[in-house]
């Protein structure tokens, strides 16, 4: 499985920016999908998470409310719409599939099968 994110730039805090994460090699609709995010110097942490179907999600407290993550499985693609964003957003945004869902083990990045690359997001203020 390949994933390969893109949507990454440079905003002023306030902007918005739409992430994005193409899925090849495996039936899409197999997957949970996932978005982490590292800053220099820190670990990388859970953003927000979307179940097959795309009917449930999970967000980490601090974006809720301003992100939203989706799915379109005929395109085998993620999301992640990135509103109101502040300088503490920046980091390094990767996407992550996994072929099981729990949601105390979200955030664990071990039990996430395969990454993206990563994508940059810079916030000024």
């Known amino acids: 499985v390949q994933l390969q994110a893109s949507g990454g730039g440079l905003v002023q805090t306030g902007g918005s920016l739409r992430l994005s994460c193409a899925v090849s090699?495996?039936?899409?609709?197999?997957?949970?999908m996932g978005w982490f995010r590292q800053a220099p110097g820190k670990e990388r942490d859970f953003v927000a998470a979307?179940?097959?179907?795309?009917?449930?999600?999970y967000y980490t407290d601090s974006v809720k409310g301003r992100f939203t993550i989706s799915r379109d499985n005929a395109k085998n693609t993620v999301y992640l719409q990135m509103n109101t964003l502040k300088p503490e957003d920046t980091a390094v945004y990767y996407c992550?599939?996994?072929?099981?869902?729990?949601?105390?083990?979200?955030?664990?990045?071990?039990?996430?099968?395969?990454w993206g690359q990563g994508t940059l997001v810079t916030v000024s203020s």
């Open positions: 992550a599939a996994r072929t099981t869902l729990s949601r105390a083990t979200m955030p664990t990045t071990s039990l996430w099968n395969y």
């Open positions: 090699g495996r039936p899409f609709s197999n997957y949970v």
């Open positions: 979307i179940e097959w179907s795309g009917i449930s999600t």
